[in-house]
């Protein structure tokens, strides 16, 4: 927000220089982002009249001016701006004069006349980034006057970041007031504008919506002066705001915001149907704001409106079809508190942001609207006339915010700040605020005034005292806290050391939203209840995620879209379900995977990723962990994976760990995917428990390797013999599957699979009659619970 220092000064008395006073405005929270001149630098520009213009002599656009400064004689200057004429009082830069960019001005002649003198726009001025013509002051500005003392343009603009628990300092008074307190010196409290009523029109107002709106005020002023032209002391005062010039309706309404903070909003009257009505819009309402944007409302927003129509998008922007301009003289002047949070996101929901939807989503004064309103219509019928008719009054005070008594511990000062405050200082701090103050044996009981929403617990009143005391003068004390080191679990893997392998194995982490679209979670996880967000940011982000495959997806689509072939994502965070109306979070670790398995070379043809190829990296985690052989992959069903390319992760103890598998293939259109996609998802807390390595001596004996080639039933998974051989023969050190084969040899429903076993004693050397006997009851136990036989 910016303030300039001579609109400040207005309002309280301090003369703390500039430095050192955006310093102490950023000690009291309110940080300074910049620092700049009201005007750039400029000499010799007086307050002058033209007494005559005659047509140029040798050139069609130039007239020659007779133009008065103050002095005997009159000076004769040449200008060609279209809105020059007799009697117009405007800014000269005289002989001598120096303008922005180092432009002097000197004696010459223009097309043969002379000219001694420049009659200057606000571009010249560096008042405005352009103009079409001449800066035209009003017909009482003196003559002779330099200019910079007449706009008190030796002024400083300050731009104010202010967080959003400030709304109290969205305007010159608000800021004036923050000043007053560190520099002891009182808000000047300007007299009340008395408003007389001369007619008796009104408007009736009907607050629907009183909890949304439980202050609207309002009154009808007829007879404008549609020729009115805002003062030039307004104009500046908005220009160094940030504000430009569009007439006195606008700019008096923008003054008091910028002045006061409290919005208000001018209708035409004629264009008013019938009563005010203050409700919610009906579904699939349209308005056609003044920015020409169409926008089709919900019950959720809340609308100024007549008796057919809506007029204004309450708190954010007014309608145009009730837009005053420039052949208005009647009007309807509102001002109303809006509940900020009537009003919060509905700007952003409709991609808007206006400064009174600013303010009101952070909590504008419910005591200012009447003196607001008073001050616009004194400003208005200073500048333009008009009649005033009788104030309308909708307020609602039962439901209007109420700031309550907050406890305060006058000890808690020191223990929380360490520093040493007697009470009559720290009741002085609360006392410059505005804030009052009752005491008992015990406790304070402060109130806060209506204008600081954000003082509600003990906390902020000490925050307050460490603002007026100053942030740079709390002591800096050395925080000694001593601690004992807790041991560290070691069967838990480091989630970071999982992260660093899948690193190296060529994945990439991503982090997406926890939140997304309804639609893809019932794709994808149609069997879980979601978690619905109940102010989402926007509609594709309204539901807690019940996969991290979702935000995956969309981070691979970004990817697809931008050319990258082979894509490898993991992520690790929070998937959110509704189990028995509670929500449930648990952590997962999800995997996506597609593109080529390796690089694409020279060496070797290319092939894509396939499913081994993303069980292999899985393998890997549990063989980082040293707990592969606790676990089994078991075909499964999934209603997003491919129900022939999908598998189910089992620890031993039997409990469901995640899933593996290829996207299914009806869900590739729906996610617009035109190449085969892994996913991976598994629970977090089961792929972290790892072995504690225990020592075993090395045998001296050597190792025996027998290969056996059995036929086994189809049916029958591989894993399953390979764990009963390793669990029932001590002397099987490995068991090493190289090869299953199906096809010509091996009959319909049968496979043949290789196992290369690796046979060691500790105590002896094994020979060919022990490997015998092993091998032997092996296979006769592979028959009778596998119905396995050696393949001839």
């Not at 309550?404 to 000890?411: D, H, I, S, T, Y």
């Not at 060691?760 to 006997?773: A, F, R």
């Amino acid at each position: 927000m910016l303030v300039n220092e001579a609109w400040l000064k207005e309002f309280v008395d301090y003369s703390i220089p500039t430095n050192e006073l955006t310093e102490k405005l950023t000690m009291a929270g309110l940080e300074v982002d910049s620092v700049e001149a009201a005007a750039a630098e400029f000499t010799g520009v007086l307050v002058g009249e033209v007494l005559s213009v005659q047509a140029h002599p040798n050139a069609d656009k130039l007239r020659l001016c007779k133009v008065s400064i103050g002095q005997e004689e009159p000076l004769d200057i040449v200008c060609g701006a279209s809105n020059v004429r007799t009697s117009l009082r405007i800014p000269v830069a005289t002989v001598g004069a120096v303008l922005p960019g180092n432009f002097k001005i000197k004696p010459s002649k223009l097309r043969g006349e002379p000219s001694n003198g420049m009659l200057c726009s606000e571009e010249e001025l560096g008042l405005a980034d352009s103009a079409d013509g001449l800066m035209e002051l009003p017909s009482d500005a003196p003559i002779g006057t330099d200019i910079r003392d007449y706009l008190q343009l030796d002024d400083t603009i300050i731009e104010v970041d202010l967080t959003p628990n400030r709304a109290d300092c969205l305007s010159v008074e608000g800021v004036a007031r923050e000043i007053s307190c560190f520099a002891k010196q009182p808000v000047k409290n300007k007299p009340a504008p008395k408003i007389e009523t001369s007619i008796n029109d009104h408007k009736n107002v009907n607050v629907e919506a009183i909890i949304d709106c439980p202050r609207y005020l309002g009154r009808v002023i007829k007879g404008l002066d549609r020729s009115a032209q805002t003062p030039i002391w307004m104009q500046e005062k908005l220009r160094r705001c940030g504000q430009r010039s569009l007439g006195p309706l606008v700019d008096v309404t923008n003054y008091v915001l910028l002045e006061l903070g409290q919005p208000l909003h001018a209708f035409d009257l004629a264009k008013i149907d019938g009563d005010i009505v203050v409700r919610h819009a009906r579904e699939k309402e349209s308005l056609t704001l003044l920015n020409e944007q169409q926008v089709e409302l919900d019950e959720s927003v809340l609308v100024i409106a007549d008796q057919h129509k809506a007029l204004a998008f309450a708190g954010v922007m007014g309608g145009e079809a009730s837009a005053v301009n420039d052949e208005t003289t009647d009007i309807f002047l509102e001002c109303a508190f809006f509940s900020p949070l009537s009003i919060a996101g509905k700007s952003r929901k409709f991609g808007l942001h206006t400064d009174s939807s600013h303010r009101f989503e952070r909590g504008v004064d419910p005591e200012l609207c009447y003196r607001a309103l008073d001050r616009a219509i004194e400003l208005l019928t200073d500048i333009a006339g008009g009649q005033v008719g009788p104030l309308t009054d909708a307020s609602s005070t039962k439901t209007l915010p109420v700031n309550k008594a907050v406890p305060f511990r006058f000890q808690r000062v020191q223990r929380v700040l360490g520093i040493e405050l007697d009470e009559n200082t720290v009741e002085a701090y609360f006392d410059s605020l505005g804030m009052i103050v009752n005491k008992t044996a015990s406790e304070w009981f402060v109130t806060a005034p209506s204008y600081r929403f954000d003082i509600a617990i003990e906390a902020d009143l000490i925050e307050e005292v460490a603002r007026l005391y100053g942030y740079d003068n709390l002591p800096q004390n050395e925080l000694t806290v001593s601690g004992t080191l807790t041991a560290i679990e070691e069967q838990l893997q480091p989630l970071d050391r999982i992260k660093d392998l899948l690193v190296d194995l060529g994945y990439q982490e991503a982090v997406t939203y926890s939140f997304t679209d309804d639609s893809s979670l019932k794709l994808l996880t149609p069997q879980d209840d979601v978690y619905r967000l109940q102010n989402p940011i926007s509609a594709d982000l309204s539901v807690m995620r019940t996969t991290l495959w979702a935000g995956l997806l969309k981070a691979m689509d970004a990817n697809i879209k931008r050319n990258e072939e082979t894509i490898r994502f993991f992520e690790t965070g929070l998937k959110f379900t509704v189990k028995d109306g509670q929500l449930v979070q648990e952590q997962m670790l999800s995997i996506l995977a597609t593109g080529l398995a390796q690089p694409e070379q020279w060496g070797e043809s290319s092939r894509s990723i396939d499913f081994y190829d993303v069980k292999h990296d899985i393998e890997a985690i549990l063989s980082l962990n040293g707990s592969l052989s606790d676990y089994q992959f078991k075909p499964a069903k999934h209603e997003a994976l491919h129900p022939g390319q999908t598998a189910e992760l089992i620890n031993n103890s039997g409990e469901h760990v995640g899933y593996i598998g290829l996207l299914h293939p009806a869900l590739e259109g729906e996610f617009n995917i035109k190449k085969p996609v892994y996913l991976v998802e598994l629970k977090q807390s089961l792929i972290q428990t790892k072995q504690i390595p225990e020592f075993q001596a090395v045998s001296k004996y050597p190792a025996v390797r027998r290969d056996l080639a059995l036929i086994v039933d189809e049916k029958f998974h591989v894993n399953e013999m390979v764990g009963y051989i390793t669990k029932q023969y001590t002397l099987v050190n490995e068991v090493i599957v190289f090869d299953i084969y199906q096809g010509k040899g091996v009959e319909t429903g049968r496979k043949s699979v290789a196992l290369g076993l690796i046979l060691q004693d500790k105590s002896k050397t094994l020979v060919e009659q022990d490997v015998e006997e092993l091998i032997n009851e092996l296979l006769a136990n592979l028959n009778n619970l596998f119905n396995a036989q050696l393949r001839e």
